[in-house]
Nanobody, 123 residues
Framework: QVTLVESGGGSVQAGGSLKLSCSAS??????MGWFRQAPGKEREGVAA????????TYADSVKGRFTISLDNAKNTVYLQMNSLKSEDTAMYFC??????????????????WGQGTQVTVSS
């Protein structure tokens, strides 16, 4: 089991930036991802990447604006969010897949979840 703790959420105006961090107990050789859930909506896979080094995948809604990255030495996953829009407002969750498991933004690939951090974008 991987313990995940997110941080970095907050309130920002549209067009602004935030960087989320996810401190994990272990990210080696597993899929790491960021998901978000807005009130009344289903959870959405925002970005995912294989640790220690893989090609990231992004939801179409965030391509070109969000970047997922890893610091394997620190067991930390980041989500840099630029050009934020009001529709990015949601609770953001970090997730970890099983070791040597598959990697995509499909929720079924993830077994451990953080508590979430709220991102609010005002227009």
């Amino acid at each position: 089991q991987v313990t995940l703790v997110e941080s970095g959420g907050g309130s920002v105006q549209a067009g602004g930036s935030l960087k989320l961090s996810c401190s994990a107990s272990n990210i080696d050789k597993r899929c790491m991802g960021w998901f978000r859930q807005a009130p009344g909506k289903e959870r959405e896979g925002v970005a995912a990447v294989w640790s220690p080094a893989g090609a990231p995948t992004y939801a179409d809604s965030v391509k070109g604006r969000f970047t997922i990255s890893l610091d394997n030495a620190k067991n930390t996953v980041y989500l840099q969010m630029n050009s934020l829009k009001s529709e990015d407002t949601a609770m953001y969750f970090c997730a970890a897949g099983a070791r040597y498991g598959s990697c995509s933004r499909d929720q079924s690939n993830f077994v451990d979840w953080g508590q979430g951090t709220q991102v609010t974008v005002s227009s």
